[in-house]
């Protein structure tokens, strides 16, 4: 399993949008990683379609990205097999040379083509207008007495507003999103510094700022608590 697969995410939060993306090149699904899952996406990547064809049965994705290029299981293939069970919107990444995979695929039920390499101006209207409901409730997010409200960027703990830098409150947004559930150092790096590089210490110098600011103890903490050796998990009394 590649760096990028071990990034897929388990469907245990279905409020959070899913996009699963069956690309031959993983730099481009890991890419979509470190800017999607920024935007509150979670992106689930594999390399051949036989696989993307296991994934989705798994994992549920609202959204699927394959390329016209898809190897084991081509795309109309691929596409033809979705749909004989699924409903989900599925884009098509298309080259110079994919003129006539893009035809076949459309007519087995693809939705709409898009030029890959994948640009994120394009791609982040299509993904966050599948659920526009699901988008609206997590505006804003609770977990006790801490209120984060994601358009406003506002932070109250207990009503009282709370000021927080940037890294911080995208660091808190994360974990709230995750409320209740283990997060590793390595998916807090991607998904909030989208970052690859190892950087756990600073990691933790961030979590103890964060969790002075919302009034949890550093040494003895009960709302971000530490998972030793694997990450944090944020306590919702």
């Known amino acids: 399993m590649t760096a990028v697969q071990e990034q897929a995410p388990l469907r245990e939060d279905d409020s959070v949008p899913l996009l699963l993306v069956a690309d031959p090149d993983e730099r481009l699904g890991h890419d979509l990683i470190l800017a999607l899952t920024g935007r509150g996406i979670e992106v689930a990547v594999c390399t051949d379609g036989a ?50 995979e893009a035809v076949r695929a459309l007519a087995a039920g693809a939705n709409l083509c898009v030029a890959r390499p994948y640009r994120l101006d394009e791609l982040l209207p299509l993904i966050t207008g599948v659920r526009p409901e699901t988008q609206t409730a997590a505006q804003l997010l609770t977990c006790g007495g801490i209120d984060l409200d994601s358009v406003s960027h506002v932070v109250r703990v207990d009503t009282r507003p709370v000021h927080l830098p940037l890294r911080e409150y995208e660091l808190l947004h994360y974990l709230m999103l995750h409320a209740g559930k283990v997060v590793t150092r390595q998916q807090i790096q991607i998904h909030v510094w989208r970052s690859d590089k190892v950087m756990t210490n600073t990691i933790a110098v961030h979590i103890r700022r964060l969790r002075e600011r919302l ?23």
């Open 215 to 237: 009034g949890d103890d550093p040494e003895n903490p009960r709302i971000i608590l530490t998972v030793r050796g694997i990450g944090y998990r944020l306590a919702c009394p």
């Open 51 to 100: 696989e993307a064809l296991l994934r989705v049965g798994s994992l549920n994705p609202d959204v699927l990205i394959i390329s016209a290029g898809l190897p084991t299981v081509g795309a109309a293939a691929f596409v033809k097999a979705v749909r004989t069970r699924y409903q989900m919107p599925v884009i098509l990444g298309i080259g110079a040379d994919d003129a006539e």
